[in-house]
């Protein structure tokens, strides 16, 4: 494939529908539910086309991560969980995925090496032991991976895509199942090394494997699934979700149920009021009295004021409490204010 090409596009090659059609009919439809969950990861989701039909055929909670920001816009409406950036700026859940899809940029990084082997080996480490790896990279590029793919998976496998899709191209699907640990494999890496540059089997059609690859089940729950650089928006959303402002105690505490209108027992005497105005419940209040509507408004207020000194060069003062209330006659535009700090204590 013409590296120009693949610069034109940035790296962008999706997976054709008819490609993923043919992976799904390979994969035993996932079991969960409940406690137990299966989850899709792709590190270059694209529009998450691909991701989101995957998972239809094979079920799944789907996570993928976009670098452009159009394309990131479209995964985040189709995908369960999507992250803008890139794959390498992300905190991933380690072995807290079924199967990895990967088909990544087909380009060299800044130190001169292959983005298709780097980010084979930076993201193999979210998978679980047995879950599964699919591949999807340019034939030839199976050569510089071919010594980590044997030592880290499985079961390998290798299809060239279907029809005139191999030939415009060149890309091959690889499926492997990660092992408990590495191992060196020095013939299962000679077989990886063959596939790059020999004649291999076109992806078979839906219906026509019989042994299918099945996923992996994972606790259900939460997972680590979150970028390095900090989103205001997206901290505020997570705090929301699960953080301190989420227990039930706490909120109760500082945010009570909403006050709903109460009959006390006994009718409320002068004292009673006189309290509820202090403690400011009496605020814009409108109150009825037949035809009457008086729009009510009270507050409590400091007030410093002179007290005797024996030396008359002293002066000395205190603070006491106010309560003021104002009436407003709705009808006639009257306003009456009772202030206990006034010298005849009401005001009109």
């Known amino acids: 494939m013409p590296r120009l ?6 790296g962008y090659f999706p997976t054709p529908p008819e490609v993923v059609a043919r992976i799904g009919a390979m994969i035993q439809p996932a079991t969960h539910g409940g406690r137990v969950a299966v989850r899709l990861v792709d590190p270059c989701a694209g529009t998450g086309a691909a991701l989101q039909q995957l998972a239809a ?3 799944g909670e789907t996570y993928g991560i976009e670098l ?4 990131y816009e479209e995964a985040a409406g189709v995908l369960d969980h999507a992250l803008p950036g890139s794959a390498f700026t992300a905190r991933i859940e380690e072995a807290g995925f079924s199967c990895l899809f990967l088909n990544p940029p087909y380009d060299i990084d800044l130190n001169a ?4 082997h780097t980010f084979l080996t930076a993201m ?5 032991p047995g879950g599964l790896l699919i591949y999807v990279v340019p034939q030839r590029r199976l050569a510089t991976s071919a010594r980590y793919l044997a030592g880290h998976y ?3 496998a290798c299809w ?3 029809g005139g899709l191999h030939e415009r191209f060149d890309q091959v699907v690889l499926f492997g199942t990660m092992r408990e640990a590495p191992v060196s494999d020095a013939s299962g890496r000679a077989t990886v090394e063959s596939w790059a540059s020999g004649a291999l089997p076109e992806l078979p059609a839906a219906g026509a494997m019989k042994q299918l690859r099945a996923l992996p089940v994972l606790p259900a729950g939460d997972v680590l699934f979150t970028s390095f650089n900090f989103d205001p928006g997206e901290a505020a959303a997570e705090a929301r979700r699960s953080g301190v402002w989420a227990h039930v105690a706490l909120t109760e505490r500082l945010w009570p149920p909403e006050e709903r209108r109460v009959r006390p027992l006994m009718p409320l005497r002068r004292g009673h009021l006189a309290v509820m105005v202090a403690a400011g419940f009496l605020d814009s209040v409108v109150l009825h009295s037949g035809q009457q509507r008086l729009l009510v408004k009270g507050r409590t207020y400091k ?3 002179s007290v005797y000194s024996p030396d008359p060069e002293v002066e000395v003062e205190r603070e006491v409490m106010r309560t003021s209330v104002t009436v407003l006659n709705l009808r006639t535009g009257d306003i009456e204010v009772i202030d206990t700090g006034a010298s005849d204590g009401t005001k009109s």
Do not use: C
């Not at 090409?5 to 940035?10: D, F, K, P, T, Y």
């Not at 090496?113 to 298709?116: N, P």
């Not at 193999?124 to 679980?128: D, E, F, G």
């Open 160 to 162: 060239r895509f279907p």
């Open 154 to 156: 499985r079961d390998l």
């Open 68 to 71: 452009e920001t159009d394309r």
């Open 303 to 305: 007030e410093s004021i």
């Open 113 to 116: 090496r292959r983005l298709e």
């Open 57 to 59: 055929t094979v079920g």
């Open 5 to 10: 090409e693949s610069l034109a596009v940035g």
């Open 124 to 128: 193999t480490k979210v998978l679980r």
